[in-house]
């Protein structure tokens, strides 16, 4: 199967400070990665699309310079939540398409728990 | 809009029993569907998916049904474990890849 890791998959950071959440596809290329937020109780809402070697596509409602999200390689996105407020506390999760897949699966990390104190 | 919606947020069944867990959704051009199951402080994981051009779909105990007419598909799960206790959530597959995700059912299974 298709493994999907995040790290941390707990963190802790105080006000104002920056958080950087790792993506990884382990055994698979990915050319596209989604980020989601998912509050207590709620379902997941999508934050953007990650796309190797180019520009995130972000939601609407979602503030591109606050969640910034590097594709660099077809292993790895990463998101930085900068300047996190308390309010930005949630559980944080990617998932991953194969590349060369169209309308399949994607495969989803572990996700991270972010709490801002 | 593009919605996907769940009927109710929670179910109990005593172990054993069968569990239907049901979504609606709102888009007719939509052609894939996939449940997940969450567990609590972990992320979604792919349970069975099924296209448009299909009815039914079965896996391992567990069945995914589509009626396209009134946009409603439901998820069966035969002989219902203490280990199914989890949050379901059905997800609509769209452009891209990204998926559209329902508001989840919580489903408590008693021993």
């Known amino acids: 199967g298709a493994v999907v890791s995040q790290h941390p998959s707990r963190v802790i950071c105080k006000s104002g400070t920056s958080v950087k959440i790792e993506c990884r596809s382990l055994?698979?290329?990915?050319?596209?990665m989604f980020w989601y937020r998912q509050f207590p109780k709620q379902s997941l809402m999508l934050m953007a699309t990650s796309n190797e070697g180019s520009k995130a596509t972000y939601e609407q409602g979602v503030e591109k310079d606050k969640f910034l999200i590097n594709h660099a390689s077809l292993t790895l996105s990463t998101l930085t939540v900068t300047s996190a407020h308390p309010e930005d506390s949630s559980f944080y999760i990617c998932?991953?398409?194969?590349?060369?897949?169209?309308?399949?699966?994607?495969?989803f990390g572990q996700g991270t728990r972010l709490t801002v104190v | 809009g593009e919605s996907v919606g769940l009927h109710l947020p929670t179910l109990s069944v005593q172990e054993g029993d069968n569990s239907i867990i049901n979504c609606a959704y709102s888009?007719?051009?939509?052609?894939?569907f996939i449940w997940y199951k969450q567990e609590s402080g972990k992320g979604p994981q792919f349970i069975i998916d099924?296209?448009?051009?299909?009815d039914k779909r079965q896996g391992q105990r567990v069945t995914v049904l589509l009626n396209k007419t009134v946009k409603h598909l439901s998820l069966q799960i035969a002989a219902t474990q203490p280990g199914d206790s989890a949050v379901y959530f059905c997800a609509e597959k769209g452009d891209a890849g990204k998926s559209t995700f329902g508001d989840g059912t919580t489903l408590t299974v008693k021993p």
């Open positions: 888009n007719s051009a939509s052609d894939y």
């Open positions: 998932s991953a398409k194969k590349a060369g897949s169209w309308n399949t699966e994607a495969f």
């Open positions: 099924i296209r448009s051009n299909m």
């Open positions: 055994d698979f290329q990915a050319t596209t």
